[in-house]
């Protein structure tokens, strides 16, 4: 049977704490890593494109994908407690369901922190070409330098986003150095990102320019704009999720965090409850101060964000101002209200901040990896750590390359969607091994318990589903396909080599130490 290969939880516990990764980060480490990825790429990159799905709905829209966010937050802080290791909810599937399901998983994986990560150097190549060339230095940097040619629409002139894969490469040199270097440097672009968004919640909600009525009408695409086609409450709700992985990204940091029992629900629960304020307060700024209606086609209906047709009307006066229609959103709503200086200075921190949304995005990407190369589903060589910098070198330079070609030339709207679909379905696989890790090993500690387990592991499943169902059709359909093509990659390379399969279970004591096979009694095969 493809499903038989459950791996041992007691084996993976074992492994995780003879393995040569070193416990650097504390808890206070791992909260502003989440922070790092969730503020940044909603606020600063896609604001503009939610606003046009949803208008002032936006507002909901945050709080909807937040409060899916909470109940699998919760189901993550749980499991992530009761098994702290790498791997996430690939690691989490392969105790509860076994090895085909959390193969799945973990290429789910795969196609959310890539294609993530290469959205968000797409996103901060926008502000280093508009607010630090253009702005700051004058510099117009042509468009075959700054723009990908596989745009939406097409970028014209668009051949390469040079800063876009400049940026992908500076981050995975630092990821190589070290875990707790880059940790450090995170730490101080979290801190520029806060201070600059407080200041941003701070001016608009007390300016002069903030009016109520730029929230009538409210809703004017609806709750719903209908399956597959991405707009309404719903449909914005399902595109900002993106920018709510963070808290994910914290528990693929587990083995190489300090008493990961207390400070890895710490920093998840803090991490999302920090940033869902200040998502719902920008929101609310923004729109309170300049608007935030979408742009309607003839139908009725706001055109498609980042579409040719809703770029011809954002080329007309009447539009060239409205907040859908900037690549700067936050900088472009401080400098209508009269704050230009400070507009540019936030524009400077979105500049410096975004690295920090790729370093962790790259982070967890290279720790999936790592995981499922230690299990033999990938080639033994993406495990090796380096003996100086104690980092899985190898995968940490493949993934970077990757995702720096991907940076350089495809779109940020098309990739925040396709890495939500990949997101959500791990979210979803979380929520069912949480449920099933309680019935099937209630003996293993856990530091961090869910009150009301019963309704917050059913709310996360459904609420995963209903955000997915809501995502372009497109976007929609790359999961499927994406799958499939790891199916095969299971199937004619990983199956036959996982060592769960060949009846073995690998514990490394450190990086200079000997490697203990432990057997196991290995499934029967098909």
């Known amino acids: 049977m493809i499903l038989d290969r459950v791996k041992p939880l007691d084996a993976i516990i074992a492994a995780a704490e003879k393995k040569s990764l070193k416990r650097t980060l504390s808890g206070f480490q791992l909260m502003l890593f989440g922070i790092g990825c969730i503020i940044g790429t909603g606020i600063f990159v896609l604001t503009a494109a939610g606003a046009q799905k949803a208008g002032p709905g936006l507002m909901l829209s945050f709080v909807i994908a937040g409060s899916v966010c909470v109940v699998a937050a919760l189901c993550y802080a749980e499991i992530a407690s009761t098994v702290p290791v790498s791997g996430s909810a690939y690691t989490y599937t392969y105790a509860t369901m076994g090895e085909f399901l959390a193969w799945t998983v973990g290429w789910g994986l795969v196609l959310e922190y890539a294609v993530a990560g290469a959205a968000v150097s797409v996103g901060w190549s926008g502000y280093f070409v508009g607010t630090i060339l253009n702005e700051f230095m004058g510099v117009h940097l042509p468009a075959y330098l700054s723009a990908g040619p596989l745009a939406l629409g097409g970028a014209e002139g668009g051949f390469i986003n040079l800063p876009a894969l400049v940026i992908a490469l500076l981050i995975t040199s630092l990821l190589v150095i070290g875990t707790s270097e880059s940790a450090t440097v995170n730490a101080v ?82 991490s999302l409850l920090v940033c869902t304020v200040f998502y719902v307060l920008v929101a609310a700024g923004a729109i309170g101060t300049i608007g935030g209606q979408p742009i309607m086609g003839p139908d009725g209906i706001p055109f498609p964000a980042g579409s040719e047709e809703l770029a011809r009307q954002c080329a007309m006066p009447e539009y060239g101002e409205a907040l859908v229609c900037s690549n700067e959103a936050l900088a472009h709503v401080l400098r209508q209200i009269g704050f230009s200086g400070i507009g540019n200075a936030l524009g400077i921190a979105a ?49 970077g390359i990757v995702v720096a070609v991907a940076a350089a030339f495809f779109p940020v709207g098309q990739l925040a969607d396709i890495a939500n679909a990949g997101t959500l379905y791990a979210f979803m ?20 318990t869910v009150s ?75």
């Open 429 to 448: 696989m979380v929520a069912v091994a949480v449920m099933l890790l309680r019935k099937q090993r209630p003996d293993v500690p856990r530091g961090f």
């Open 189 to 270: 672009l979290v801190a520029i990102k806060v201070a600059a968004l407080t200041a941003f919640i701070g001016l608009t909600l007390t300016s002069a320019y903030f009016d109520l009525d730029r929230f009538n009408p409210f809703l004017p695409a609806g709750i719903f704009g209908g399956l597959g086609t991405g707009l309404g409450v719903v449909g914005a709700a399902a595109t900002i999720f993106f920018a709510y992985v963070g808290f994910d990204a914290v528990s693929t940091a587990a083995e190489e965090t300090k008493n990961p029992q207390r400070n890895v629900p710490f920093g998840i629960v803090g």
């Open 351 to 399: 500049f410096l901040a975004l690295p920090s949304v790729i370093l962790v995005l790259l982070f967890a990407q290279t720790r999936i990896f790592f995981v499922m190369s230690r299990d033999g589903l990938l080639p033994e060589v993406l495990s090796r750590v380096h003996p100086k910098w104690h980092t899985p070198h190898v995968v940490t330079i493949a993934t």
């Open 452 to 526: 009301g387990l019963w309704f917050i592991g059913p709310a996360t499943v459904f609420g995963t589903i209903f955000l997915f169902i809501n995502l372009p059709t497109a976007a929609m359909l790359v999961l499927p396909i994406w799958t499939v093509i790891g199916l095969v990659v299971y199937l004619g390379y990983s199956r036959s080599r996982s060592h769960l399969g060949l009846g073995i279970v690998e514990v490394v004591d450190d990086v200079a130490g000997e490697e203990t096979m432990v057997p196991i009694h290995p499934p029967k095969e098909d």
